[in-house]
């Protein structure tokens, strides 16, 4: 009897992994998940958020990676790398989803949890200082017991300062779960951790496929920026920064012209312009020393010309004028990067 029934349960054992090693060449992604923790409601609620994407598959842990050896001999070596992530509760999971929008879609999914004693933290939690709900009473020496500076002020219970009562991976004991109760606040996190991920022929683990994706977002933004910025400044063309080299080099030949004073139809009028304000100051000049050294009409012209000082800001003001074009044109450039 005892021969059959080691028989039967080798013939279930085959029965299971064939069925994986089929599962294995359907998918082009198979991951590890750690289901420690997860109470069985949870996980079915997860797995019924996941169907139609991805399936799951739970299985004592020698087999599932008898599967993965098996599944690694006919499709990629590659695979035997799984084989080292299932440690604890585990289970496989396939889809065709690439594995980094996997991992965002398992990260969507978890549930917040009260704390229980003896399970790491996940995360550091403080407790702020200030006024509580609590009404006086044995509150204050549960939470005095555990770390939080507490007393009784004006008939409130008040937190006296910040105090951090869990930190990362820190084991919760009975006295912090019950404290953390008394203030709603629930640290775990309850759903599936996709601890690694195979996609043709690479492995990735939970550290690169849990990504910051506003960081990512900045980051790829700010490399742009200094890649059109370095792209101008060596006046390499592209189809976003040749309007801003084009813009930049008519700006510098304004300015050489200018500068140079040559007679071109583009800086004739400021020529002039500066000419004439060049030609009235030096008629006040004389007249302040001379007052018959002009004739009338030049009279006239210093008597109906603005102030020295009213000419200058326009000038100004032309040039800031310029500068503002020049750099809403770079920024037009820019703006192209992002739509």
């Given amino acids: 009897m005892a021969i059959s029934a080691r028989a039967e349960v080798a013939s279930w ?21 750690s289901i420690s923790d997860l109470p069985a409601a949870q996980f079915q609620q997860v797995r019924r958020q ?6 799951v598959i739970v299985s004592k842990n020698t087999l599932l990676r008898l599967a993965v050896e098996k599944a690694a001999e006919q499709r990629d070596p590659k ?52 006024e ?11 939470l005095q017991r555990v770390g939080i500076k507490a007393r009784i002020q004006a008939g ?13 991976g820190e084991i919760i004991t ?37 990504i910051d994706e506003k960081q990512v977002i900045g980051q790829l933004q700010a490399a742009c920026v200094g890649a059109v910025n370095l792209a101008v400044n060596i006046n390499y063309p592209t189809s976003i920064t040749i309007g801003i080299i084009v813009a ?13 004073c040559l007679p071109v139809a583009d800086v004739m009028p400021t020529l002039l312009a500066r000419a004439n304000v060049e030609m009235l100051s030096l008629a006040a000049a004389l007249f302040r020393r001379d007052e018959n050294a002009l004739d009338e009409k030049l009279k006239g012209m210093l008597a109906t010309a603005p102030p020295a000082e ?19 044109e770079e920024m037009a450039g820019l703006s192209a990067l992002f739509g």
């Fill in 13 to 33: 054992k085959r029965e299971v992994l064939s069925e994986l090693v089929e599962i294995f060449n359907r998918y082009p992604v198979v991951g590890v998940l």
């Fill in 50 to 55: 996941l169907r139609g994407q991805a399936e």
């Fill in 79 to 130: 695979l035997r790398e799984l084989a080292n992530y299932i440690q604890g509760p585990s289970a496989l999971i396939f889809t065709r989803m690439n594995p980094f929008k996997l991992s965002k879609i398992l990260q969507a999914s978890k549930m917040s949890a009260p704390a229980k004693p003896g399970i790491r933290s996940p995360k550091e939690v403080t407790i702020p200082a200030g």
């Fill in 132 to 142: 509580t709900d609590f009404a006086p009473g044995p509150i204050v020496g549960e």
């Fill in 156 to 168: 409130k219970v008040v937190i006296l300062e910040d105090c951090c009562i869990l930190k990362e």
């Fill in 174 to 210: 009975k006295e912090v779960a019950d404290a953390l109760a008394r203030f709603g606040i629930q640290p775990l996190e309850l759903g599936l951790k996709l601890c690694a991920a195979y996609e043709a022929g690479m492995i990735f683990s939970s550290e690169v496929l849990t």
């Fill in 248 to 260: 930049k080099a008519s700006a510098a030949a304004h300015n050489l012209a200018l500068n140079f």
């Fill in 310 to 328: 009213t000419r200058s800001e326009e000038k100004k003001g032309e040039k800031t004028k310029e500068e503002e074009k020049l750099k809403g």
